[in-house]
T-cell receptor
């Protein structure tokens, strides 16, 4: 079974630009969660999508948004990039219940200059 | 608001030793607790998931325990090996399906 894939693996953007990250979950998984990891704040939950609906949202500004498609693939968008958005963005997929293990992708390293 | 703390932040031990990593959380109303490892520059690998009704889970040389009433979990690693070197993270999941993370313990196993 193929694991969670994320594209691109690395991105360099400048302040004010926008960026879209993609995540393909494990086949059969209906839940996709996104996380931001920085040295200062650690891992923080961004949002979770389940069956194309945002089921949960963390404490991030509206510049961070996402969506999920009918095949469970998910995209995350960050508009008006700030220097502080530089981070490793991780997505995880699961079957979608509270007893399920989350499987993580390798992450997208975003650098904002 | 749930807060997760991991102690120690870093640990260095010689190969072959048994060791314990600690995780504490402030709100006992959790659905599960998970332990992950993260290798430098890589994503996370799930190690163990303990449901709220369970007391412990085992996988190979790893054993994780959960005491909801005291808000604590421990990850026991037996007979440590250099390949166990990584950052170990614990995370708790509440009814809102959010994972709240600890800052991690960076483990170095010296050959």
């Amino acid at each position: 079974k193929a694991g969670v894939t994320q594209t691109p693996r690395y991105l360099i953007k400048t302040r004010g630009q926008q960026v879209t990250l993609s995540c393909s979950p494990i086949s059969g998984h209906r839940s996709v969660s996104w996380y931001q990891q920085t040295p200062g704040q650690g891992l923080q939950f961004l949002f979770e999508y389940f069956s194309e609906t945002q089921r949960n949202k963390g404490n991030f500004p509206g510049r961070f948004s996402g969506r999920q498609f009918s095949n469970s693939r998910s995209e995350m968008n960050v508009s008006t990039l700030e220097l502080g958005d530089s981070a490793l963005y991780l997505c995880a997929s699961s079957l979608g219940t509270t007893t399920d293990t989350q499987y993580f992708g390798p992450g997208t390293r975003l650098t904002v200059l | 608001k749930q807060e997760v703390t991991q102690i120690p932040a870093a640990l260095s031990v010689p190969e072959g030793e048994n060791l314990v990593l600690n995780c504490s959380f402030t709100d006992s109303a959790i659905y599960n607790l998970q332990w992950f490892r993260q290798d430098p520059g890589k994503g996370l690998t799930s190690l163990l998931l303990i449901q709220s009704s369970q007391r412990e889970q085992t996988s190979g040389r790893l054993n994780a325990s959960l005491d909801k009433s005291s808000g604590r979990s421990t990850l026991y690693i037996a007979a440590s090996q250099p390949g166990d070197s990584a950052t170990y993270l614990c995370a708790v999941e509440g009814s809102n399906y959010q994972l709240i993370w600890g800052a991690g313990t960076k483990l170095i196993i010296k050959p």
